[in-house]
């Protein structure tokens, strides 16, 4: 179900988004929402670079396998 939201704004960004939205072709509320939806899954997850960034760390995976082989074996406290 949808909510409805107030939001506060300067004029020359409700211009600014207003004017998006127009060239988009979509209602000024859909757009604010694509938009943080965007934001938050630019956030949320790791890009190509990242991700490779961390498979080719060696001790960051020994470390994070070795903490893994703990759980399965019941060693250690969930803190």
């Given at each position: 179900m949808s909510k409805t939201v107030t939001l506060r704004l300067k004029e020359d960004t409700y211009k600014l988004f207003q004017k998006l939205a127009q060239q988009d072709n979509r209602p000024l509320s859909n757009f604010i929402e694509t938009a943080a939806l965007r934001f938050i899954d630019d956030s949320e997850y790791l890009d190509?670079?990242?991700m490779a960034e961390i498979e080719q760390n060696e001790e960051?995976?020994?470390?994070?396998?070795?903490?893994?082989?703990?759980?399965?074996a019941g060693r250690g406290e969930f803190v």
């Open positions: 190509s670079y990242e960051l995976n020994a470390s994070l396998k070795a903490g893994l082989d703990d759980v399965k």
